[in-house]
C-alpha cells in the first residue's frame, strides 16, 4: 500500500485525493463524509505532529470502500 499525504481544511476536516483500488479512478474523499480515519500512530517533531491513518473512503464513481494508509505532513501541535 502507498501512503499519501492529507490535509485539514477550514472546517477542520481531512480530505485527499486516492485512486479506487476496484476501478482505478481518483476520487476525492473527505473525513465524515466519504471517508472514516482511524488514527493509528502519532509521532512529534518539536512543536508539529505527524498522524498515521487508516483510511476506509468510498470511491465517488463505483461506490466501493477501500481501504489505505494516509499521513498528515505536520501541523502545529495544539
Do not use: P, Q
Request: proline share 0%; net charge positive.
Amino acid at each position: 500500500m502507498n501512503r499519501n499525504m492529507c490535509s485539514r481544511n477550514v472546517k477542520e476536516k481531512y480530505f485527499g485525493i486516492e485512486k479506487c483500488a476496484i476501478c482505478g479512478e481518483k476520487f476525492k474523499w473527505v473525513e465524515d463524509e466519504n471517508a472514516e480515519l482511524i488514527v493509528y500512530t502519532k509521532s512529534y517533531d518539536g512543536n508539529k505532529v505527524f498522524l498515521d491513518f487508516d483510511l476506509i473512503a468510498k470511491c465517488t464513481k463505483c461506490l466501493h470502500k477501500c481501504k489505505y494508509k494516509v499521513s498528515t505532513d505536520g501541523e502545529k501541535y495544539r
